[in-house]
């Protein structure tokens, strides 16, 4: 491996190094084009992806230069679907990590800085969390918050947040043992300064292969949930939901289903592999060792 | 200026059956201002618990530590954090004791920052003024620790312990992960600054000869308790502990004026410090075992001019 200048900073260094991750810029290429798709859609998109014309069913691809990628039942065009579908699923998966990576990683960082009942407490729902099968956990509370992208992204969350604050916890639990953190702390610095400048900047390298990884998971989750009908509603042109609308033409018109299928493995496969190329690269033994 | 008296330190360990670890064992013994008692024993004695008790970074069982008349054990968490600047302490492991994603200047800059002692835009001036009390060079301010080797590493902690103009400085190992010729270098910037600032040091080591070179004062600890205590030169000549005896005929070495000494060789494991044998601490593996070690505990008696020994044969 080229060896990298002495005075590079940590960040850049890890930036250099993924581009010797062959896995990880596959997965990021793809992601980045995933991406401005999804923000170009209107520009890129043939047609309104809404635009319901019952004259021009179930049209095959690339048959008819109007419709790149055909048309489903209802006529709508296919390829502009899939493409106002990517900035759903992007955007579901953003917000859930998101709002998952603040309520884990605190909760995390308290967890495991304080220990006691707070930790107690903190990881027993973590623990019940985890001990059931989270598909069907998502499933009842979606069902319970009623149909619609909303309640799908609150039963995500609600699933989500414990992989981050356990993941959070035990980094922290072995910082803490970290004479620099002692230092500090003879040094007479608060609980509150030691966490934000001691703990998190230390903990960020696990957590983003963490939610990298995430983001995997909860677009096929999201998906899985419209699928079932929890999530997004018709109308709307969401991957998972096209998915099942396209399962009962699977006969005669395959390519509703293969299609939204195809986008959904192509994004879960570029977070994973991105996820696992991020997890070699900052491996905290990594980066303390160097 | 620092007084310690009883400190003992009991850990529980197990899961169902609870068992004391007697980690520290009534440990009592005072430093006069800007002097040095290096306390000694091997491995696992208890002698890195005995500085974090002082500091409390961990709660003591019992006992009492008074620095400069203050009782630190009963001083509540927002008194305490004023005072832990008067106190600080120096680990071991150079690497681990400063913050990899911090820069050395931030790391040095970090004391002053949280106790506000000097606005902002003096603090760049001081921190370049520390960096060159401990002999560091100012390009260095901007680096990672990561870019820096041991001893230098060792140089910025230093310099991030003067910022706060401590009056006792614990220092545990500071010098056992450097190599030999940058060990000297440490321990040469540590006495410089001993004498310019008047520091009072608790030195923690197991290597006798460094213990020789700083310590006024020596403390030899054996499972989690003072066999003996005395002025340096005492120890050194007339070890009256079959224990210290042994740790200085094992340090042999030219310069130390241990020619004519014998050699006297332990049997034996140390006992764990969940089994502490009863009677004398020691009497599993002392030479001079007699009927009364296994009984009785022996107290530290003095015997002349602050030499204090724990042993029933002297």
Redesign the interface.
């Known amino acids: 491996m080229k060896r990298h200048d002495k005075h590079n900073s940590r960040v850049m260094g890890a930036v250099a190094r993924v581009r010797e991750s062959r896995s990880a810029m596959l997965g990021l290429t793809i992601i980045v084009l995933l991406v401005l798709m999804a923000i170009f859609a209107p520009h890129l998109s043939p047609n309104d992806p809404t635009d319901v014309r019952l004259g021009d069913r179930l049209i095959s691809p690339f048959t008819e230069s109007k419709y790149p990628l055909g048309t489903d039942h209802l006529g709508r065009c296919v390829l502009s679907r899939l493409l106002y579908g990517a900035r759903i699923s992007l955007a579901v998966g953003i917000t859930v990590v998101g709002i998952s990576t603040v309520i884990g990683v605190t909760l995390g960082v308290v967890s495991g800085y304080y220990g006691g009942i707070s930790d107690s407490v903190i990881m027993r729902f973590v623990d019940a969390t985890l001990s059931l099968p989270s598909i069907f956990l998502a499933v009842v509370i979606a069902g319970m918050l009623g149909r619609g992208l909303a309640s799908v992204m609150i039963a995500l969350v609600a699933i989500e947040w414990t992989s981050y604050a356990r993941v959070t916890r035990g980094s922290v639990l072995s910082l803490k043992e970290k004479e620099f953190v002692e230092s500090a702390r003879s040094l007479g610095a608060r609980d509150s300064y030691i966490m934000a400048r001691h703990i998190l900047p230390n903990i960020i390298a696990p957590v983003i292969v963490v939610a990298t990884i995430g983001m995997a998971y909860v677009i096929l989750a999201a998906a899985a949930l419209s699928f079932l009908g929890f999530g997004a509603q018709p109308p709307t042109p969401e991957w998972g939901a096209m998915l099942n609308a396209g399962r009962v033409y699977m006969r005669t018109a395959p390519y509703l289903t293969i299609l939204p299928g195809f986008a959904i493995m192509l994004l879960v496969i570029a977070f994973n592999l991105l996820g696992d190329g991020l997890r070699d690269i900052l491996d905290p033994r990594r980066v303390v060792v160097e | 200026m620092l007084e310690v008296e009883g400190l003992t330190k009991y850990f529980l360990s197990g899961m169902i059956r609870k068992r004391r670890v007697k980690a520290v064992d009534d440990v009592s013994f005072r430093i006069e201002k800007g002097k040095t008692l290096g306390l000694v024993g091997e491995s696992g004695c208890g002698k890195t618990t005995v500085g974090r008790l002082i500091?409390r970074?961990i709660k003591p069982t019992g006992g009492r530590v008074l620095f400069d008349g203050i009782d630190l054990l009963s001083l509540k968490k927002r008194e305490l954090?004023?005072?832990?600047?008067r106190?600080?302490?120096i680990?071991?492991?150079p690497d681990?004791?400063?913050?990899?994603?911090?820069k050395i200047g931030t790391s040095i800059a970090?004391?002053l920052k949280?106790?506000g002692t000097i606005p902002k835009y003096e603090r760049s001036q001081k921190i370049r003024e520390l960096i060159g009390t401990v002999g560091l060079n100012p390009e260095h301010i901007n680096r990672?620790p990561?870019?820096l080797s041991g001893g230098q590493n060792q140089r910025v902690?230093l310099a991030?312990i003067l910022a706060?103009n401590p009056d006792l400085i614990i220092a545990d190992e500071p010098t056992s992960s450097l190599d030999v010729s940058v060990q000297a270098q440490i321990l040469n910037l540590m006495k410089d600054l001993q004498r310019e600032f008047d520091h009072t040091y608790l030195f923690i080591s197991h290597d006798l000869d460094v213990v020789r070179i700083m310590a006024d004062q020596i403390a030899v600890m054996y499972l989690g308790k003072l066999v003996e205590i005395g002025e340096t030169r005492d120890l050194f000549d007339s070890a009256r502990h079959p224990y210290t005896q042994a740790l200085l005929s094992a340090a042999i070495r030219p310069e130390s004026g241990a020619e004519g000494r014998k050699r006297v060789l332990l049997k034996g494991e140390t006992p764990s410090p969940i089994d502490v044998p009863v009677g004398c601490r020691f009497h599993t593996r002392c030479p001079r075992k007699g009927g009364r070690c296994v009984i009785e505990e022996p107290k530290l008696v003095e015997i002349g001019g602050g030499h204090r020994v724990a042993c029933h044969f002297i």
């Open positions: 500091l970074l954090r004023k005072i832990r600047p106190m600080q302490m680990f071991q492991d681990s004791s400063l913050d990899p994603r911090m970090e004391p949280v106790h990672y990561y870019q902690v991030r706060m």
